[in-house]
């Protein structure tokens, strides 16, 4: 299941800064974003989950992301609260924010892409505007219960289903095995 190129990157860019830059549980152990130069270093990383070149990201950016990161997690827990009211609430408030205006661009030799971001706007605001527009896309159309947050024990980690049946529960395999690995040992004792 695809929305579109571009939607799934800025998507999948969303559930990278969340689950990178948001305080909590992750595969059943604490949880804790990371700060100064390895906050910035995990922002870079998170950024090209979406991207072919990432781009160069300063203190001020990984700061204001760690920020944006709080808010899209909003989203997710409310779609996976089935609030999809209040969802939708937090991502027009998000895109109110951001200014988000989408255009056509083309650069780098690629073929024109939609943008969702307005002229002139800050890395981190540009950024910003792109996750809040995806989830958008996402919340607008029929397939917006595909966002989550993991059900496993001690993970509160998101994620975008993007599986056939739309039925994925974990954010991770790692999560899925702890959770079937507990269900077979509490059946053998």
Do not use: I
Request: a neutral charge; aromatic letters at 4%; hydrophobic letters at 40%.
């Amino acid at each position: 299941m695809n929305f579109n190129s571009h939607t799934d990157a800025v998507v999948a860019m969303a559930v990278a800064l969340v689950n990178a830059l948001t305080a909590g549980e992750a595969r059943g152990r604490p949880y804790e974003p990371p700060a100064g130069g390895d906050r910035t270093a995990a922002v870079a990383e998170a950024l090209a989950a979406g991207s072919r070149k990432p781009p160069r990201v300063s203190t001020a950016d990984a700061d204001a992301l760690a920020g944006v990161a709080q808010d899209l997690r909003g989203v997710f827990e409310a779609v996976a609260g089935a609030d999809a009211d209040g969802a939708a609430s937090r991502v027009n408030r998000l895109l109110a924010e951001t200014d988000a205006r989408p255009h056509l661009d083309r650069h780098d030799g690629e073929p024109w892409h939609l943008h969702f971001h307005g002229a002139g706007g800050t890395l981190a605001g540009n950024y910003a505007a792109g996750c809040a527009t995806g989830l958008a896309v996402v919340l607008g159309g029929e397939l917006h219960d595909r966002l989550g947050v993991c059900t496993a024990p001690h993970c509160d980690r998101v994620y975008v289903d993007t599986s056939r049946n739309g039925t994925r529960r974990f954010c991770s395999t790692a999560c899925q095995n702890r959770v079937k690995t507990a269900a077979f040992r509490a059946r053998r004792s």
